[in-house]
């Protein structure tokens, strides 16, 4: 029973069990209404991914209200029981996860997958030396940093080539970091801040959309998030273990994200937090850790140096300058991507700490300080500081709502609220992108016997992306062997594609395996275009049999410029265990099985 006391924290009013009826009523009658509002303002989000313009139309929002009824209705049941607060670690990790693992169908629908995948199947192929070898080289890494895609690399090594694996990883890492913000939320007050502030994480529609899908960012919030979690227990309790658990987390930071070299400067104010508090030997511990991890990540900067100030000038220059350019409002941000109830609860925060005088919450506050500092003008940038938006919240939480019921309900009402919107809008718009037409097309093939598979690519008609960063990501769904067919062709794009936010996908290029010679003739091959086809594809190589219409995949939202839509064409598949007359029966029995499952 102590833990579950502990949990009573900052609960002035005296009332053990809740504040009535009353202020459950308000509470969802609060919840009720967000939605309906935001939906009304919907025109104020302009988000590049999900906004609420796009996720909330077809219908959409009708079939949410239903949802956010349902969530509210069981954040009321679920107020009602102490079992999440007896052990709040584990009711974290358990509801992160679940909700992760609910969504892993959904497409990767962003084309920066495309390159993380590359980096991966590269390691997994050639191992670990000659990845580091590389990096720079043949692995060509944009403005990436290596450490997750060596990550991915290592988990594709170890169990295989599959999405599922990478999925599952990042469910861990999110679930991880919900569990590390309550960590630290307890380290700087108590265990009831930490536990809210790991449900508020919870409450973030845009954050949840991000786990199904092959980007660092998840990761590399978890890594930032350790760090400050290390890095407040080095400052607290010193000592060797953490000093040297601290060192390692901080330069795997490090070499995950460039942008995590700015947030880390939070690391020299929590020093400042505790010196300034009466622990007089943080100044020392800090200087030991900022040493070791010098001397420690000195020798990569050293060999990489020329590719890492390549990749600095590109982000002085073409990535800070287009900044100006792909922006995203704060209204976007913080009343419809994260929850406006979120950004109530961290500004109350901010006024209780000027108010209480509480040095300790300029720790989590570094989150705004960042964002309006450097005037970061999209969700996906913020990602890794956003456990300590969760923080900020949770702290500023805990004087407007008074009794343990009335906080229960009204945390678990954010969360429903948040799932609410992941199913009701954001899930199903983006299965309902052209994206999903590569994901639908790696199922296709993956049924027919065929171990070669020729994938052309043609130009987009109205984006400045390459259609053939799509092959990767195509790869990502299927276990056969993807053989490019064409070279790019920019066309006449090319002084838009210097300034364009797709630049890399034409920077990059295709790997070599994606290039090897062919033994024998093609006899299945995918066309990706940005619109349907008409007519016989005459533009194909003549390795190619290009034979009948197999399969087309055609769906699109027709909000994005980008577009991958997919034909599949061929006769049949050579394949050891089927010969003669019955190479064709046995096509088309995949064909009518596939069909019959998908369609």
């Not at 939906?39 to 302009?46: A, I, Q, S």
């Not at 020329?306 to 982000?315: A, G, R, S, V, W």
Request: charged share 15%; net charge positive; with cysteine.
């Amino acid at each position: 029973m102590k833990g579950y006391a502990s949990l009573a924290d900052n609960n002035p009013s005296g009332k053990p069990d809740g504040s009535g009826g009353g202020a459950a009523l308000l509470i969802a009658f609060l919840l009720l209404l967000a939605t309906p509002l935001l939906y009304t303002l919907r025109h104020l989000d302009d988000n590049r991914l999900t906004s609420f313009q796009w996720a909330f139309s077809d219908g959409r929002f009708e079939r949410t209200l239903l949802y956010i009824i349902a969530a509210t209705c069981a954040a009321y049941i679920l107020s009602r029981s102490d079992t999440a607060d007896r052990f709040p670690a584990l009711s974290l990790f358990a509801l992160s996860f679940a909700t992760a693992v609910s969504i892993f169908t959904m497409p990767e629908v962003i084309v920066d997958a495309g390159r993380y995948f590359e980096q991966a199947k590269y390691l997994k192929i050639h191992g670990l030396i000659n990845f580091i070898a590389e990096w720079g080289g043949q692995v060509r890494p944009w403005t990436d940093l290596p450490f997750v895609p060596f990550m991915f690399g290592e988990i594709f090594r170890l169990l295989g080539e599959t999405r599922i694996s990478i999925q599952v990883f990042n469910a861990l890492a999110f679930s991880l970091t919900t569990v590390t913000t309550y960590l630290i939320g307890k380290q700087l007050w108590d265990r009831q801040t930490g536990f809210f502030a790991g449900l508020l994480l919870i409450g973030m529609p845009y954050l949840l959309t991000q786990i199904p899908i092959m980007l660092i960012d998840i990761a590399t919030m978890t890594l930032v998030t350790l760090s400050v979690y290390f890095f407040i227990k080095v400052n607290k309790c010193g000592g060797a273990g953490w000093t040297l658990i601290a060192c390692v987390t901080i330069i795997f930071t490090l070499l995950a994200k460039y942008s995590t070299w700015p947030m880390l400067l939070i690391l020299p104010l929590i020093t400042f937090v505790f010196y300034t508090g009466g622990v007089k030997s943080s100044i020392r511990y800090s200087a030991v850790v900022l040493a070791l991890t010098c001397l420690m990540v000195a020798p990569f900067l050293f060999y990489k140096g020329n590719i890492i100030k390549e990749q600095l000038d590109l982000l002085l220059t073409y990535q800070l300058e287009g900044l100006g350019r792909w922006r995203e409002s704060f209204t976007s941000t913080f009343l419809f991507q994260t929850s406006p109830f979120i950004t109530l609860f961290a500004l109350t925060g901010v006024l209780t700490s000027i108010k209480r005088r509480d040095l300790k919450f300029v720790i989590p506050c570094f989150f705004l300080f960042f964002t309006l500092t450097l005037q970061v003008g999209r969700i996906r940038y913020l990602v890794p500081l956003l456990p300590m938006f969760a923080i900020m919240a949770s702290y500023g939480f805990l004087p407007l709502v008074q009794g343990r019921r009335a906080r229960r309900f009204a945390v678990y009402g954010v969360v429903g609220l948040s799932v609410a919107h992941l199913y009701g809008g954001f899930y199903p718009f983006l299965k309902s992108t052209s994206m999903v037409n590569l994901q639908m097309a790696g199922k296709f093939i993956n049924s027919l016997n065929c171990p070669e598979i020729g994938v052309y690519t043609l130009a987009q008609k109205d984006s400045t992306g390459n259609t053939e960063i799509a092959v990767p990501i195509l790869d990502i769904y299927t276990d056969k062997k993807l053989i490019a067919l064409n070279e790019r062709h920019p066309g006449d794009k090319k002084d838009a594609i210097e300034k364009s936010p797709l630049r890399f996908t034409w920077d990059a290029g295709l790997p070599e395996f994606y290039m090897r010679a062919r033994a024998s003739r093609i006899n299945i091959a995918l066309i990706i275009s940005s619109e349907p086809i008409s007519g016989a594809p005459e533009f194909l190589p003549e390795s190619v049999d290009a034979g009948q219409r197999i399969k087309e995949f055609a769906a699109s939202s027709g909000l994005f410029k980008y577009r991958t839509l997919v034909t599949i064409v061929g006769k049949d598949c050579h394949n050891a265990a089927i010969n003669g007359g019955n190479q064709l029966k046995a096509a088309q029995t995949a064909i009518k099985t596939f069909n019959t499952r998908y369609d």
